[in-house]
């Protein structure tokens, strides 16, 4: 067993107004509280260099009585600087939520310009994350089981340090641990090691070309395709000699080709791509270098087809069996004993008629249609009403793929489905 001490650590803040651009890098506290506060902890992650992780856990000493149950844990996608204000929500002097260091000469964004802290952490921009009850401990201490990949992170460079937030309280309790100023007190993780990673992957295969489909108004991209290849946990990338950032780059899907995009880049020009693949163990291939030429920009004005109220008139729901099915928008509250529409959320509530039997938004009886821009998510929700009393039997709903105009395609994987 091994464990990996605290070297950085910093408490910031989504909460409100005034606390979004606010450091506490040196504060001796941090603040867990849902999603609205968080921390940002570095750890030396050197002893478990080219080892296998059979296990790890991280540990934090209470600081106040709290409410936690659920830790969520993940990796942080950009480089952030810990800063020196020694209150909570003291001067922009490191990193805030909004800016990976906030200093004024030397501000930098956690990812595109406008982007937060949320872009980079729990799975966006190509973060790991995990989640597990926390264990109780003597003293005040709790930890939380990680997955190994997180460790493998640390090591191969995939990462600066891991975000800790709060799984969620109804009661947006204000939970506070030690940071690693508190002498005695300081979070760390303990890491079960296994036999040694000593495979080096081999050099990088990969597919360059042009990404049309990806650019913008005034910018270029490239879509880069990686074989499979046997122990390699991340790449790291050039381009023209510059390090692409993590939050851009997936990891490796196991025994399939792994695609992502360059996007934001001089539209039709030449660059030089360099991949260079890390193992978990942080082994390091050598590097595989190419040519490919960045897509012209879109270049054209984008017109966009009127927006139309609801057709007016009755529908009637699709009916199978002792069901009945009908879509209403992503936000809309229905009662769940009866279509009835809560707190207006379609209109006044002296409709002439039920929600299931009115067009709406998205449906109009026959299908659904949404509109959103290019990388947008767009939602709505599939109301299945049951039609007599006896109990209905096993639903199933299988998103499949989707086609529009010019036979645009929208795959079934892309499709997210929640109850």
């Known amino acids: ?83 020196e204000s020694r209150t909570p929500y003291g001067p922009p002097t490191g990193a805030t939520f909004l800016y990976a260091d906030a200093r004024p000469d030397r501000r930098r964004a956690w990812a595109w310009p406008g982007s937060t802290l949320a872009d980079v952490i729990m799975s966006s921009g190509n973060s790991l994350g995990c989640w597990a009850e926390r264990q109780e401990l003597p003293n005040r201490w709790i930890c939380v089981p990680i997955m190994p990949e997180l460790i493998y992170a640390m090591v191969a460079g995939d990462t600066d340090g891991l975000a800790v937030m709060d799984g969620g309280n109804p009661a947006n309790h204000n939970n506070f641990v030690f940071s690693r100023e508190s002498p005695g007190n300081e979070p760390y993780l303990e890491v079960q090691l296994g036999g040694k990673l000593e495979a080096v992957p081999a050099a990088p295969k990969l597919t360059a070309q042009p990404a049309p489909e990806r650019a913008h108004l005034d910018t270029g991209a490239i879509r ?63 590097p595989t270098t190419v040519r490919v030429r960045s897509s012209a920009a879109l270049g054209r004005p984008i017109r966009l087809q009127p927006l139309r109220p609801p057709p ?24 769940p004993l009866k279509p009835e529409v809560l707190c207006d959320d379609l209109g006044p509530a002296d409709r002439p008629a039920p929600p299931n039997s009115l067009p709406n938004a998205v449906w109009d009886g026959k299908e659904v249609r949404l509109f959103g821009c290019r990388g947008e998510y767009v939602s709505f929700q599939l109301c299945i009403e049951k039609l007599q009393d006896q109990p209905v039997g096993q639903i199933r709903v299988r998103p499949g793929q989707l086609t529009g105009p010019k036979q645009f395609v929208i795959g079934g994987s892309e499709i997210e489905l929640f109850l």
Not at 237 to 243: A, E, K, T, Y
Not at 312 to 335: D, M, S, Y
Request: aromatic share 8%; net charge neutral.
């Open 1 to 83: 067993m091994v464990r990996l001490p605290a070297t950085a650590d910093v408490w910031l803040s989504d909460a409100i107004e005034q606390e979004r651009n606010t450091n506490s890098g040196k504060c001796d506290r941090l603040k867990l509280k849902n999603i609205q506060e968080m921390a940002l902890i570095r750890f030396d992650a050197s002893a478990v260099r080219g080892r296998e992780v059979l296990g790890a856990k991280l540990f934090l000493r209470r600081a106040s009585d709290d409410r936690l149950r659920y830790i969520r844990v993940s990796t942080v996608n950009q480089d952030w600087e810990e800063g």
């Open 224 to 286: 880069i395709a990686m074989e499979p290849a046997e122990h390699v946990f991340c790449w790291r990338v050039r381009l023209d000699g510059h390090r692409v950032e993590r939050w851009r780059i997936k990891h490796p899907e196991p025994g399939q080709t792994t695609v992502f995009y360059l996007e934001d880049l001089v539209p039709d020009k030449e660059y030089e791509l360099e991949v260079v693949a890390v193992s978990p163990g942080g082994q390091v291939s050598t």
């Open 312 to 335: 007016a008139g009755p529908v009637a729901p699709w009916r199978a069996g002792r069901i009945q099915v009908w879509a209403l928008p992503g936000l809309v509250k229905i009662n």
